[in-house]
């Protein structure tokens, strides 16, 4: 499966204690209507609604800096839950009440060392588009995507994907003319030409 993560810098990603004292994780692993840096020849956005049927069918695991062995929550055991605002992607996670996430992950995000989510995903079939916006840059909308994991993560990038690049290039190539029906059209427009001199 081809995976790609973005990443985010959210305000407000923070532990909160419930009332029984247990820490409770809070931020957004996405946001809605924002570009992306550069990926590699384009930039990315996401659209409100690009999410829902993943919170509704997808396996998600909530995971500091996307790495399988530190996972702090998880959707199908209601350790994780997600849900669309109008901001984005918000997710709660009830983290596991040991020293090793104490120290490794709920610390540093109470003292702000750590204040960035990250999201995996694929886009579900006829879930993108691609366009030129008026300042002539392409544009990829993600419109639905399937969720494989939210994290909070260290160093948040928009790492550049083959899997979008690739995407990318077989957009540019299905937008652009056809070299034999442009040969074709121009020998039409060099004839009648021709026809309307004589």
Do not use: N
């Given at each position: 499966m081809d995976i790609e993560r973005r990443a985010f810098v959210v305000e407000g990603l923070k532990v909160e204690k419930r009332a029984d004292g247990k820490a409770v994780l809070r931020g957004h692993a996405a946001v809605f209507g924002q570009l992306s840096e550069d990926l590699g020849g384009f930039r990315e956005q996401i659209v409100a609604g690009a999410f829902l049927e993943a919170i509704e069918k997808d396996d998600v695991r909530a995971l500091f800096n996307h790495d399988p062995n530190f996972v702090l929550g998880r959707n199908r055991a209601k350790t994780l839950l997600l849900s669309e605002d109008s901001r984005g992607l918000a997710i709660e996670i009830d983290p596991p009440d040991n020293d090793t996430v104490r120290h490794l992950v709920l610390q540093p995000i109470e003292r702000g060392d750590v204040s960035q989510m990250s999201f995996g995903f694929s886009v579900r079939?006829?879930?993108?588009?691609?366009?030129?916006?008026?300042?002539?840059?392409?544009?990829?909308?993600?419109?639905?995507?399937?969720?494989?994991?939210?994290?909070?993560?260290?160093?948040?990038?928009?790492?550049?994907?083959?899997?979008?690049?690739?995407?990318?290039?077989?957009?540019?190539?299905?937008?652009?003319?056809?070299?034999?029906?442009?040969?074709?059209?121009?020998?039409?427009l060099n004839a009648l030409q021709r026809d309307a001199a004589v």
């Open positions: 079939p006829g879930g993108q588009d691609w366009a030129k916006d008026d300042e002539g840059r392409t544009i990829r909308t993600l419109k639905k995507v399937r969720l494989f994991d939210v994290s909070p993560v260290t160093f948040p990038a928009y790492p550049q994907t083959d899997i979008a690049v690739r995407e990318l290039r077989a957009w540019q190539a299905a937008a652009a003319p056809d070299p034999e029906k442009l040969a074709a059209r121009r020998r039409f």
